[in-house]
Protein backbone atom coordinates (compact mmCIF):
# COMPACT_ATOMS: atom_id res chain seq x y z
CA UNK A 1 0.00 0.00 0.00
CA UNK A 2 2.96 2.44 0.57
CA UNK A 3 4.48 1.88 -2.53
CA UNK A 4 1.34 2.17 -4.58
CA UNK A 5 -0.03 5.36 -2.44
CA UNK A 6 3.64 6.60 -3.50
CA UNK A 7 2.97 5.99 -7.69
CA UNK A 8 0.32 9.00 -8.10
CA UNK A 9 -2.92 8.91 -8.73
CA UNK A 10 -1.71 9.98 -12.61
CA UNK A 11 0.25 6.30 -12.57
CA UNK A 12 -2.61 4.61 -11.65
CA UNK A 13 -5.33 5.65 -14.08
CA UNK A 14 -2.68 5.66 -16.90
CA UNK A 15 -2.12 1.82 -15.84
CA UNK A 16 -5.76 1.23 -15.06
CA UNK A 17 -6.39 2.37 -18.65
CA UNK A 18 -3.05 0.34 -20.13
CA UNK A 19 -5.63 -2.17 -21.51
CA UNK A 20 -7.59 -0.06 -24.06
CA UNK A 21 -5.12 2.24 -24.84
CA UNK A 22 -1.93 -0.20 -25.10
CA UNK A 23 0.38 2.80 -24.72
CA UNK A 24 1.58 4.49 -21.47
CA UNK A 25 2.89 8.03 -20.56
CA UNK A 26 6.75 9.08 -20.32
CA UNK A 27 5.36 10.20 -16.92
CA UNK A 28 4.34 6.62 -15.78
CA UNK A 29 7.40 4.97 -17.14
CA UNK A 30 9.55 7.23 -15.24
CA UNK A 31 7.98 6.97 -12.20
CA UNK A 32 7.79 3.02 -12.38
CA UNK A 33 11.46 2.93 -13.10
CA UNK A 34 12.90 5.14 -10.71
CA UNK A 35 10.75 4.03 -8.00
CA UNK A 36 12.02 0.33 -8.67
CA UNK A 37 15.69 1.77 -9.01
CA UNK A 38 15.32 3.97 -5.86
CA UNK A 39 14.00 0.50 -4.01
CA UNK A 40 16.52 -1.46 -4.79
CA UNK A 41 19.79 1.04 -4.09
CA UNK A 42 17.77 1.93 -0.70
CA UNK A 43 17.39 -1.81 0.38
CA UNK A 44 21.05 -2.41 -0.79
CA UNK A 45 22.67 0.64 0.76
CA UNK A 46 20.49 0.59 4.26
CA UNK A 47 21.91 -3.42 4.43
CA UNK A 48 25.39 -2.40 4.19
CA UNK A 49 25.98 0.72 6.29
CA UNK A 50 23.38 -1.83 9.18
CA UNK A 51 24.91 -5.11 8.36
CA UNK A 52 27.42 -5.28 11.92
CA UNK A 53 25.23 -2.54 13.75
CA UNK A 54 23.57 -4.16 17.00
CA UNK A 55 21.81 -1.72 17.74
CA UNK A 56 19.78 -2.05 14.38
CA UNK A 57 20.50 -5.31 12.01
CA UNK A 58 23.16 -7.57 13.90
CA UNK A 59 20.53 -9.09 15.73
CA UNK A 60 18.61 -10.31 13.11
CA UNK A 61 18.14 -13.22 10.80
CA UNK A 62 18.61 -12.75 6.86
CA UNK A 63 14.79 -12.25 6.45
CA UNK A 64 14.53 -9.99 8.72
CA UNK A 65 17.37 -7.87 7.24
CA UNK A 66 16.18 -8.20 4.15
CA UNK A 67 13.00 -7.05 5.49
CA UNK A 68 13.64 -4.14 7.72
CA UNK A 69 15.92 -2.58 4.89
CA UNK A 70 13.16 -3.22 2.53
CA UNK A 71 10.82 -1.41 4.70
CA UNK A 72 12.88 1.20 5.37
CA UNK A 73 13.96 1.82 2.02
CA UNK A 74 10.39 2.55 1.24
CA UNK A 75 8.87 4.47 4.11
CA UNK A 76 12.05 6.89 4.06
CA UNK A 77 10.50 8.55 1.12
CA UNK A 78 6.49 7.95 1.61
CA UNK A 79 5.17 6.88 4.79
CA UNK A 80 7.34 7.88 7.41
CA UNK A 81 7.39 4.53 9.70
CA UNK A 82 10.58 2.76 10.63
CA UNK A 83 11.28 -1.08 11.36
CA UNK A 84 14.79 -0.26 13.49
CA UNK A 85 15.24 2.65 15.72
CA UNK A 86 16.93 5.82 13.96
CA UNK A 87 18.87 7.38 16.19
CA UNK A 88 20.53 3.94 16.41
CA UNK A 89 21.45 4.11 12.63
CA UNK A 90 25.00 4.91 11.60
CA UNK A 91 25.56 8.50 10.37
CA UNK A 92 26.32 7.41 7.10
CA UNK A 93 22.52 5.46 6.81
CA UNK A 94 20.56 8.92 8.75
CA UNK A 95 22.30 10.64 5.52
CA UNK A 96 21.23 8.53 3.12
CA UNK A 97 18.30 8.67 4.72
CA UNK A 98 17.87 12.06 4.51
CA UNK A 99 18.52 11.82 0.74
CA UNK A 100 15.68 9.86 0.24
CA UNK A 101 13.34 11.58 2.45
CA UNK A 102 14.42 14.67 0.09
CA UNK A 103 13.74 12.88 -3.18
CA UNK A 104 10.22 11.89 -2.32
CA UNK A 105 7.82 9.97 -4.21
CA UNK A 106 5.77 10.35 -6.93
CA UNK A 107 4.05 13.80 -8.44
CA UNK A 108 0.31 13.50 -7.40
CA UNK A 109 0.75 11.01 -4.62
CA UNK A 110 0.41 10.93 -0.94
CA UNK A 111 4.40 11.40 -0.20
CA UNK A 112 6.39 14.60 -0.09
CA UNK A 113 10.09 15.07 -1.49
CA UNK A 114 10.86 16.97 -4.74
CA UNK A 115 9.63 13.64 -6.70
CA UNK A 116 11.48 11.31 -8.66
CA UNK A 117 10.50 12.76 -11.71
CA UNK A 118 11.98 15.66 -10.53
CA UNK A 119 15.04 14.16 -10.36
CA UNK A 120 15.05 12.25 -13.05
CA UNK A 121 14.85 15.11 -15.07
CA UNK A 122 17.86 16.73 -12.83
CA UNK A 123 20.37 13.53 -13.44
CA UNK A 124 19.30 13.41 -16.92
CA UNK A 125 19.93 16.95 -17.46
CA UNK A 126 23.47 16.82 -16.09
CA UNK A 127 24.09 13.38 -18.14
CA UNK A 128 23.86 15.84 -21.49
CA UNK A 129 25.57 18.62 -20.15
CA UNK A 130 28.44 16.01 -19.48
CA UNK A 131 28.35 14.88 -23.10
CA UNK A 132 27.80 18.01 -24.50
CA UNK A 133 24.35 17.81 -25.59
CA UNK A 134 22.16 20.70 -25.88
CA UNK A 135 18.94 19.05 -24.89
CA UNK A 136 18.64 16.29 -22.21
CA UNK A 137 16.95 12.64 -23.45
CA UNK A 138 15.15 10.64 -21.02
CA UNK A 139 14.11 7.17 -22.73
CA UNK A 140 14.33 8.17 -25.78
CA UNK A 141 12.31 11.44 -25.56
CA UNK A 142 13.70 14.86 -25.50
CA UNK A 143 12.80 16.64 -22.41
CA UNK A 144 13.14 20.53 -23.13
CA UNK A 145 15.67 22.58 -21.41
CA UNK A 146 13.31 25.24 -20.09
CA UNK A 147 11.87 21.99 -17.61
CA UNK A 148 15.28 21.13 -16.62
CA UNK A 149 15.84 24.40 -15.54
CA UNK A 150 12.70 25.04 -13.87
CA UNK A 151 13.06 21.90 -11.97
CA UNK A 152 16.56 22.50 -10.85
CA UNK A 153 15.65 26.09 -9.56
CA UNK A 154 13.00 24.43 -7.48
CA UNK A 155 15.26 22.22 -5.91
CA UNK A 156 17.88 24.99 -5.44
CA UNK A 157 15.12 26.67 -3.43
CA UNK A 158 14.42 23.73 -1.13
CA UNK A 159 17.95 22.72 -0.54
CA UNK A 160 18.36 26.46 1.01
CA UNK A 161 15.21 25.78 2.82
CA UNK A 162 16.13 22.55 4.08
CA UNK A 163 19.90 23.53 5.06
CA UNK A 164 18.41 26.86 6.67
CA UNK A 165 15.88 25.32 8.67
CA UNK A 166 17.97 22.82 9.77
CA UNK A 167 20.51 25.43 11.04
CA UNK A 168 18.59 27.59 12.93
CA UNK A 169 16.73 24.40 14.71
CA UNK A 170 20.27 23.38 15.58
CA UNK A 171 21.30 26.52 17.31
CA UNK A 172 20.76 26.11 20.99
CA UNK A 173 20.39 22.37 20.95
CA UNK A 174 23.10 20.15 22.72
CA UNK A 175 21.79 17.42 20.00
CA UNK A 176 24.15 15.86 17.42
CA UNK A 177 23.76 17.83 14.20
CA UNK A 178 21.80 15.33 12.27
CA UNK A 179 18.98 14.85 14.54
CA UNK A 180 17.66 18.14 13.95
CA UNK A 181 18.18 17.63 10.58
CA UNK A 182 15.83 14.44 10.00
CA UNK A 183 12.58 16.52 11.34
CA UNK A 184 12.99 19.44 9.41
CA UNK A 185 13.85 17.51 6.47
CA UNK A 186 10.38 15.50 6.67
CA UNK A 187 8.42 18.62 7.53
CA UNK A 188 9.95 20.69 4.84
CA UNK A 189 8.92 18.01 1.81
CA UNK A 190 5.38 17.48 3.30
CA UNK A 191 4.69 20.99 3.05
CA UNK A 192 6.45 21.17 -0.96
CA UNK A 193 4.51 22.25 -3.16
CA UNK A 194 3.72 19.91 -6.01
CA UNK A 195 5.39 19.45 -9.23
CA UNK A 196 2.57 17.71 -11.94
CA UNK A 197 3.50 19.15 -15.68
CA UNK A 198 6.68 18.08 -17.29
CA UNK A 199 5.94 14.02 -18.37
CA UNK A 200 2.19 14.75 -18.38
CA UNK A 201 1.89 16.79 -21.70
CA UNK A 202 -0.52 15.81 -24.89
CA UNK A 203 1.76 13.79 -27.28
CA UNK A 204 4.37 11.84 -24.25
CA UNK A 205 3.05 8.52 -25.02
CA UNK A 206 5.18 5.22 -25.88
Known sequence: ??????????????????????????????????????????????????????????????KEKIGASLMQSVTMRTAGFNSVDLYAMRDSTKVFSIVLMFIGAAPGSTGGGIKVTTIAVIIMTAVSIIRGKEEPYLLKRRIGTGSGKLLSNGKERQDKVSIISGLVSHIGQALPGERPVFPVVLQNLLCHRRFYGVFCQPGNER
Open 1 to 62: LIIVGGLGFIVWNDLLAYRKTKTLLLHTKVVLLTTAFLIFIGTVCFMLFEWNNPATLQPMGM
